[in-house]
């Protein structure tokens, strides 16, 4: 319960805030965001690697541990579908942020992905195709997916 009202916290103000400065600033804000959160993402990649063990950066699953952490910070619910070692496929299906950040997808799409990329560069990992959260419910699907599947 803790997790998901961080999460649900987190949610609305992330959304709030970029919101407000959207209206402000424009559009540009969140270029300047997702700067921001990739590099994040790639300040946190040695820690992450640490904390969840991760041994093997040519095991896509080994590498989902970033999520599972992720997850249970947010009180994000979900499952693995697939775990192979160069393809590993989690659905999220309760996610506290989703109702937060339906006014504002973008959270999901830009920001968080950001981080997630920041992540995975800093560590040296080649994903295949642009994104990770190749679903989300913020914006209309009924579940978040995350992808990491590894380049050969």
Request: net charge neutral.
């Amino acid at each position: 319960k803790i997790a998901s009202l961080a999460g649900r916290t987190l949610g609305i103000f992330l959304s709030t805030i970029m919101n407000a400065l959207s209206r402000s600033f424009g559009e540009e804000v969140w270029e300047v965001a997702k700067k921001a959160m990739y590099e994040v993402g790639r300040q946190r990649a040695a820690t992450m690697v640490r904390i969840m063990k991760i041994d093997d950066l040519k095991d896509a699953r080994c590498l989902g541990r970033i999520m599972d952490l992720e997850d249970s910070n947010s009180g994000i619910k979900g499952e693995w579908i697939e775990t192979g070692k160069k393809r590993a496929v989690k659905r999220e299906y309760e996610c506290p942020l989703a109702l937060p950040c339906q006014e504002n997808p973008k959270i999901c799409s830009v920001l968080l992905e950001a981080l997630e990329q920041g992540t995975f560069d800093a560590m040296g990992v080649k994903l295949k195709g642009p994104t990770v959260l190749t679903k989300i419910m913020p914006a209309g699907n009924p579940y978040c997916q995350v992808t990491l599947e590894l380049e050969d």
